[in-house]
């Protein structure tokens, strides 16, 4: 069983095939969480709950009796404001006296298999039922009447458990939440190494590590958006932990908007995590009766170092995040009109683009932002999400069959939530937009913030893209999101609700998404933020892939992919091939192969060379597909820790493939060799390498390695091996 509860003990052990989490019921019914870490068999385990020393003064509850247990310093499972926890706490109830002291206690727990849904928020989900086990601890805040259900389900196989927390207001009077966290978890020392992924736009997910000290330390958005500059990504590795070794907790917020990840580190030495909303700018009331469900987290633990702990995230979410049909259907080979033309399209020209592009093996035109309003710059018509039949001429229905005939798929650019001041939509409802009142509103890239968080404002934009998208025959959508939130308020909004605008916001964002991809099933939806800065769990739930970036120069490229990789599959990377020329065609394709792939070029403007060069991709592209969409990733020579190269190399879950890519950041004139070790693959296979024809054994590859110094030596080069077993 994943999940036992050991009456006698009153512990909770849940079980992963890599991982043991340990919860117990100490006296007076504290819930403190006891171990998570490798996977041991029994409940039994020493109770780091009863510690002597205290911070500055003794601070404990009188109904235990002397000062060995304190919440100061027990490891607590949900830690609370006012009731002598000090640290930085998940939940923060203010209730109708004016306080905010919360002291949550164990009420009882059920136990099941199966998950749970949760009404308007994405989540990971189960194929089959008994894929998870769910335990639902139930903890209550007597004095205020707060229960609090804090859900943990266990997907054994995967290694993975994934949280979340109902907070219910049981009681006759109005509470107000200022803090309601997904997760909080407590370890036992703070010999550990915090990573998470900071950037901006052009250059996203930048690996960041960093010792953790004594205080807090961690990264938050406040932007509106998960955001391009930090990710709500989070790993706790022991110190000396690298790709191949090493304990490591990776935790990822299923989450779109602003969020908080930070550790701890107390004077007692131990670490607390915590993960959830960002408490900055937000409070929601409850009222009498109400309950709020935080967003899920998810966690990941491993032994095996960090290499693994992202493989353990890149199955679970091919498996259990993403979904619908293009969860496993391959996606098309595509052309984005974006780079090629910006707003200076026509119905031929994109046809034009079509025809060459057939001729290259590309299966799918999308036409990019400009086909609307009056949009022929960036500083117009968000919002009118008609067609402009200037640009269109005989209209979007015309295009898309015309693009059908030549055999291509066809797909469309929206950024719903969004309105330009210079729009229709502006003039028609002066208040749809996100603004303070009497105060003139920011702009970025000269628009505004649509207020998805009204149902109204959601109506209309939804009746538009529906009309759209019902009577022409599109097969993808592009999703942007190019800006970030200021201002922050809705005109609907009561005072007292508006610092519940940000998480409304989010809501409303998928309630929209959710109406396209179910009324929509068959469209593919891609989604972006000005590349990638919204590049989280939430939106890979809606859209099975997402643009990485807008950098497309394969050099740069090379890290932003290595720091997506830290948790998100190939499988949701997108990556195009553009004319971006730092590196050769040939490279730009070795990099863009590592995604969902495409072109985001002129594809009547190539040389007879490079022609044959994408006819050659196209070829490996469908040669590599599963190999690189559902085989296991290892990064082998990481560019953030090396001038000169960076090697990565993908696993068939079988074990009989392998494709390892070399790419040259910069000449190496020093070192006159370059050994790189295989990983993950059978050392009693035998694998032919179809560059030399040579065959070794696993073993070989693995340990002796193999010498990849004269291959694509130069800057800016690169080579792929593949490896199939003889
Ligand atoms: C930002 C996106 O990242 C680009 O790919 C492109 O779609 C532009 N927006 C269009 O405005």
Not at 186 to 192: I, V
Not at 316 to 328: A, D, H
Not at 369 to 391: I, P, Q
Request: aromatic content about 12%; overall charge negative; glycine content about 8%.
């Amino acid at each position: 069983m994943p999940i036992i509860y050991d009456s006698k003990q009153k512990t909770f052990k849940l079980d992963t095939k890599t991982s043991s989490y340990i919860i117990h019921v100490y006296r007076e019914n504290y819930i403190v969480n006891l171990y998570y870490g490798a996977l041991i068999p029994d409940t039994f385990v020493s109770k780091r709950v009863e510690r002597s020393t205290n911070a500055s003064f003794s601070v404990a509850n009188p109904a235990i009796g002397g000062y060995d247990f304190s919440p100061d310093t027990a490891p607590i499972e949900y830690g609370c404001n006012g009731a002598a926890d000090f640290r930085i706490s998940a939940l923060s109830v203010r209730n109708s006296n004016g306080d905010s002291t919360t002291d949550l206690r164990y009420i009882g727990h059920s136990i099941y298999q199966g998950k749970p849904e949760l009404e308007g928020q994405p989540t990971s989900y189960l194929n089959d039922k008994s894929e998870a086990d769910t335990l639902e601890i139930y903890a209550e805040d007597k004095v205020t009447g707060v229960i609090v259900t804090l859900y943990y389900t266990v997907f054994a196989d995967q290694g993975v458990i994934t949280r979340r927390a109902k907070i219910h207001n049981s009681s006759e009077n109005p509470v107000k939440l200022e803090r309601a966290l997904s997760l909080c978890i407590d370890l036992p020392d703070m010999d550990y190494d915090l990573i998470t992924l900071y950037g901006r736009h052009n250059k996203e997910r930048t690996v960041e590590r960093r010792r953790l000290a004594h205080g807090i330390q961690g990264v938050e958005s406040k932007r509106g958006a998960s955001s391009h500059c930090q990710n709500p990504f989070a790993a706790i590795v022991k110190s000396g932990a690298n790709e191949e070794y090493g304990w490591c907790y990776g935790f990822n917020l299923v989450y779109s908007g602003n969020f908080t990840a930070m550790a701890e580190c107390d004077y007692n030495g131990t670490t607390r995590f915590i993960m959830g909303i960002n408490p900055t700018d937000f409070a929601w009331n409850l009222g009498a009766g109400e309950s709020f469900d935080t967003p899920e987290a998810v966690m990941v633990f491993t032994d095996k170092g960090i290499g693994e702990m992202s493989r353990i995230f890149h199955r679970f979410y091919n498996n259990n995040l993403v979904r619908g049909e293009w969860k496993s259907k391959k996606r098309p080979i595509l052309i984005n009109s974006w780079e090629a033309a910006y707003f200076d399209f026509d119905t031929k020209k994109l046809v034009d683009f079509a025809k060459a592009a057939k001729k290259l093996g590309v299966e799918m035109l999308v036409m990019d932002d400009g086909w609307f309003g009056k949009r022929n710059d960036d500083t117009s018509s968000l919002g009118d999400w008609y067609v402009n039949e200037k640009k269109l001429k005989g209209g979007l229905s015309k295009l898309v069959s015309q693009v059908h005939d030549e055999g291509l798929k066809f797909g469309i650019w929206y950024e719903p939530e969004m309105i330009s001041p210079d729009s229709d939509l502006f003039r028609a409802h002066p208040d749809w937009h996100v603004h303070v009142k009497g105060r003139e509103p920011m702009q970025g890239r000269q628009q505004y913030v649509l207020d998805v968080s009204r149902k109204d404002v959601r109506d209309g934009l939804w009746q538009m893209m529906y009309d759209v998208i019902s009577k022409n025959d599109i097969d993808y959508v592009k999703w942007d999101f190019n800006r970030n939130i200021t201002d922050a308020a809705s005109a609907i909004l009561p005072a007292e609700k508006q610092s519940e605008f940000f998480h409304r916001f989010v809501l409303g964002t998928y309630d929209i998404m959710n109406r396209l991809v179910t009324t929509f099933p068959n469209i593919l939806l891609e989604n972006c933020s000005g590349g990638g800065g919204r590049f989280d769990p939430a939106m890979l739930c809606f859209s099975p892939q997402i643009w990485c970036s807008d950098n497309t120069d394969a050099i740069e490229r090379l890290t932003i992919q290595f720091g997506t990789s830290m948790c998100y599959p190939a499988s949701t990377m997108g990556a195009h091939v553009s004319a971006c020329s730092r590196t050769g065609i040939a490279t730009r394709g070795n990099v863009a192969l590592w995604g969902t792939f495409g072109y985001e070029m002129d594809p009547r403007k190539l040389t007879k060379e490079e022609r044959d060069i994408v006819l050659t991709q196209v070829e490996e592209y469908h040669k590599y597909y599963n190999l690189i969409h559902y085989g296991d990733l290892y990064r082998l020579v990481s560019p953030f820790e090396n001038p000169y190269y960076a090697v990565w190399q993908f696993v068939s879950p079988d074990k009989k493939e392998a494709l390892v890519t070399k790419v040259t950041v910069k000449r190496d004139e020093i070192h006159r060799t370059f050994i790189v070790k295989l990983k993950g693959l059978d050392p009693e296979k035998l694998y032919k390498c179809d560059i030399t024809d040579e065959v070794y054994s696993g073993a070989a590859l693995m340990n002796a390695g193999i010498v990849l110094y004269n291959y694509a030596r130069n800057d800016g080069e690169s080579i792929k091996l593949y490896f199939s077993e003889v």
